[in-house]
């Protein structure tokens, strides 16, 4: 490469450096996060040259700005900020930071380490979608525990019947009982007949008998409030219940929509063949994961996820610590499917009960089986092959459940 970009990612305004071979600056810029300063900024950048022998340092690997450069063709070069952070020091021993400064740093970066990073991978549409999807219902699961956590502490206050008669409180059918009985007072004169009907309006499975449900209701203590009191939080329950009702169809909804989505991806026959791992975990690994080429082994894949341990090491001294910079969603999916996979694959119970009597507490031995599990993905992954318990030997050889 004749030139090299650094790009200081901002939320308004990015600041932009281009250096020669010698580390000379070219060209300084500050471009407005807009549809015109992106495409000024694309114009400005394809003056040097082919796009594809432009490399562009950002410390950022994807986004609205990142899209835009990868579909110009340029060579974008994701560097993590630690990186950054830590080469500060190389260029200013008072630590000084700006804008421009950071984007002359990551272009020098790229200039003289170029060779320590690696390019990024453009993202198929197919998988860009899918990872849209089960980020949006992650999210939305977040938002459906806060919420139902903060309805749980509102009933506790002044009706703490309600929280006892139904298993979850943001299930259908708690919902539906609270939307219809947001107080104490307004279920006050419900009896059995009421209580039959309403369940039976509800479609429930009839576990538990409509006369236990209310004695659970009524066995709880009783707190005592004042009317303005009572009729505000008896609002707020509504408001709450509301909110969690509209949550929880939504996910459902985004949870069929990703189940299509994956099992129409090209690699759904890879990722959905192991045991135990259910289409909206596979679509979660999957979305992750990005392209096959991204790795060049199965321990980076290993350190993206999170599951390999970091070894630091001077003279004496030696410690194995927790990792902490890494794909966070991508590990707590793989890690999920791993916990799961134990209820249904005797080997990946072997190692998990190895790994605990060994000493490990549950999340370390998760995360050993985890880094047991890629090894078995990135086979099938770059083979492009489902899991064939027959070819996973250490598998085969123990036997399988009746």
């Not at 580390?23 to 000024?40: P, W």
């Not at 197919?126 to 999807?133: D, G, I, M, N, V």
């Not at 006892?164 to 919902?175: M, V």
């Not at 001077?314 to 916990?339: E, I, M, P, Q, Y």
């Amino acid at each position: 490469m004749r030139y090299f970009v650094g790009l200081d990612w901002a939320k308004l305004t990015h600041a932009v450096c281009v250096i020669d071979e010698s580390g000379e600056i070219i060209m300084r810029l500050a471009v407005d996060h807009t549809a015109e300063g992106l495409t000024r900024l694309v114009t400005a950048l394809k003056r040097f040259g082919d796009p594809a022998e432009l490399g562009i340092a950002i410390e950022r690997p994807s986004g609205l700005l990142v899209d835009t450069l990868v579909e110009a063709g340029f060579v974008v070069y994701p560097i993590h900020p630690n990186v950054v952070k830590a080469s500060r020091p190389r260029y200013s021993a008072a630590l000084a930071k700006t804008d421009p400064g950071d984007a002359y740093l990551l272009a020098d970066l790229l200039r003289t380490d170029g060779h320590r990073f690696r390019a990024l991978c453009p993202v198929s549409d197919e998988t860009r979608a899918l990872r849209a999807l089960v980020r949006a219902r992650s999210d939305l699961v977040g938002a459906r525990v806060g919420l139902a956590n903060q309805l749980r502490a509102l009933l506790e206050s002044f009706w703490v019947g309600a929280v006892a008669i139904f298993g979850e409180i943001d299930s259908p059918i708690a919902l539906a009982f609270l939307l219809e009985f947001p107080t104490p007072a307004s279920a006050a004169r419900l009896g059995q007949k009421q209580m039959a009907a309403f369940l039976r309006d509800q479609g429930y499975c009839g576990r538990r008998s409509p006369d236990e449900l209310l004695q659970r209701l009524r066995a709880a203590p009783a707190i005592k409030l004042g009317p303005a009191e009572m009729e505000a939080k008896g609002a707020l329950v509504g408001s709450y219940a509301t909110l969690l009702d509209t949550t929880v169809k939504q996910i459902r909804l985004l949870t069929s929509a990703i189940e299509r989505a994956v099992m129409a991806h090209s690699d759904a026959t890879v990722f959905t063949s192991f045991p135990r791992i259910g289409k909206v975990n596979a679509a979660q690994i999957l979305a992750e994961l990005g392209p096959r080429d991204r790795f060049l082994s199965e321990e980076q894949l290993a350190g993206e996820a999170g599951v390999a341990p970091v070894t630091r090491m001077s003279g004496k001294h030696r410690a194995v610590v927790f990792r902490w910079a890494c794909n966070h969603r991508l590990r707590a999916a793989l890690t999920w499917w791993a916990d799961n996979s134990r209820r249904a694959s005797p080997w990946a119970r072997a190692v998990y009960l190895s790994a605990r009597q060994r000493g490990c507490d549950h999340p370390h031995a998760i995360r050993i089986l985890t880094r047991a599990w890629l090894r078995v993905l990135w086979r099938c992954w770059v083979d492009a092959k489902p899991y064939d318990l027959t070819q996973h030997h250490a598998a085969a050889a123990l036997k399988q459940p009746a």
